[in-house]
């Protein structure tokens, strides 16, 4: 097998086409993922390939991005969020922990939200105190919720 160094921004917007072109129910939404190509370029390219349909830009509203994803993969779609930075998503937390990771449980295991929320955690970059936290322990204890 041949290896290839990619940076991580590479490797996340390859890993996220690939997806893509394996299943047409899988779309991309979030801040500025579209004509900007994501707030760390994380979807570059994107919206050439895939259209406007299934790179979606959102309003600055991380609840109502998170709420619209979970009832698109209830759906039987197959959204990926991109909500930039960790600390956001602690706006979307009720749609991600009380909704999304809860269907399943919630209809006696008929239900199915195969969602993807991904974001940047951490201070790499010198964010500021409200884009530098790592919100992954408050997730990980959750046994309905992959991290």
């Not at 939404?29 to 570059?44: A, K, N, W």
């Amino acid at each position: 097998m041949e290896t290839k160094t990619m940076s991580f921004r590479d490797t996340i917007i390859l890993a996220m086409s690939e997806e893509m072109r394996r299943d047409e129910n899988v779309f991309l939404m979030g801040e500025d993922v579209g004509v900007f190509g994501g707030d760390f370029g994380t979807s570059v390219g994107m919206l050439e390939e895939f259209g406007p349909e299934r790179v979606r830009d959102c309003p600055i509203s991380e609840a109502a991005i998170s709420g619209a994803a979970a009832g698109a993969a209830m759906t039987g779609l197959r959204p990926i969020v991109d909500m930039t930075f960790m600390d956001f998503s602690v706006i979307a937390m009720d749609n991600i922990v009380n909704q999304a990771a809860k269907t399943r449980y919630m209809f006696g295991g008929k239900g199915q939200v195969p969602m993807t929320v991904r974001c940047a955690a951490g201070n790499g970059v010198g964010s500021a105190a409200q884009r530098s936290q790592s919100q992954d322990l408050r997730l990980w204890h959750l046994e309905h919720l992959r991290t």
